[in-house]
């Protein structure tokens, strides 16, 4: 159990264009689910938090109006990184919390790779 | 604030031999503790967590991590490393929302 997927796991835009990236626990209900950023050979640097039927919670220095963030359902958050540049570049992860009980583990996403052109 | 201090970036061991990976933090209460693994280009999967009691942990994997609050370290260990293990390790600290996470250590196994 505690599975977490991320769709793509890999992609490609021009640089100017929006992309979309999903995260859904695919075995149990997340209230909670956070959004991290990981630059080559770094560690992960958290952007935000993501609640269902709320607004996120953007950590410092994050662009909240680049990085948008909805978290629509206890299963499923997206994060869109709109008009796209090149330093945008980084592998992005999500990670899910449950809902009850366990509530301060969290169980990570495969990742997706974006590359800026 | 929370901060997690992961001093080796690099570890190569030899199969076989034993491993220990340190992890120091600085919480002001009792933190949780977590080790994740990351293989390349792959997510993090939890390998062990402590929130209270024993203060040594077993994990998965054959890994083992001792809480030791004087010195505020929280280092992994395993008896005999398997090619297999070669990875980058994570430390984190929670407070039961947020997780910090340390630089990581790359873990290189030799033959």
């Known amino acids: 159990g505690a599975v977490v997927s991320q769709h793509p796991s890999w992609v490609i835009c021009k640089s100017g264009t929006s992309v979309k990236i999903e995260c859904r626990s695919l075995?149990?209900?997340?209230?909670?689910m956070f959004w991290y950023r990981q630059f080559p050979k770094q560690s992960l640097m958290l952007m935000a938090t993501?609640?269902?039927?709320?607004?996120?919670?953007?950590e410092q220095g994050v662009e909240k109006d680049k990085f948008l963030i909805n978290h629509a359902s206890l299963t499923l958050s997206t994060l869109t990184v709109t008009s796209a540049h090149p330093e945008d570049s980084s592998f992005y992860i999500c990670?899910?919390?449950?809902?009850?009980?366990?509530?301060?583990?969290?169980?990570f996403g495969p990742g997706t790779r974006l590359t800026v052109t | 604030a929370q901060s997690v201090t992961q001093p080796d970036i690099h570890i190569t061991v030899s199969e076989g031999a034993s491993l220990e990976l340190r992890c120091n933090y600085s919480?002001?209460?009792?933190?949780?503790l977590f080790w994740y693994v990351q293989s390349p280009g792959q997510g993090l999967q939890l390998l062990l967590k402590y929130f209270s009691g024993d203060t040594l942990v077993q994990g998965i994997k054959g890994f083992e991590a001792e809480f030791k609050r004087s010195q505020s370290s929280f280092n992994l260990r395993k008896p005999s490393v398997h090619w297999s293990d070669a990875a980058e390790y994570f430390c984190a600290v929670g407070d039961g929302n947020k997780l910090v996470f340390g630089a990581g250590t790359i873990l290189r196994v030799k033959s």
């Open positions: 919480y002001g209460a009792t933190p949780y």
């Open positions: 993501s609640n269902e039927g709320s607004k996120a919670t953007y």
């Open positions: 990670s899910a919390r449950f809902s009850q009980g366990r509530s301060y583990e969290q169980y």
């Open positions: 075995d149990f209900q997340a209230t909670t």
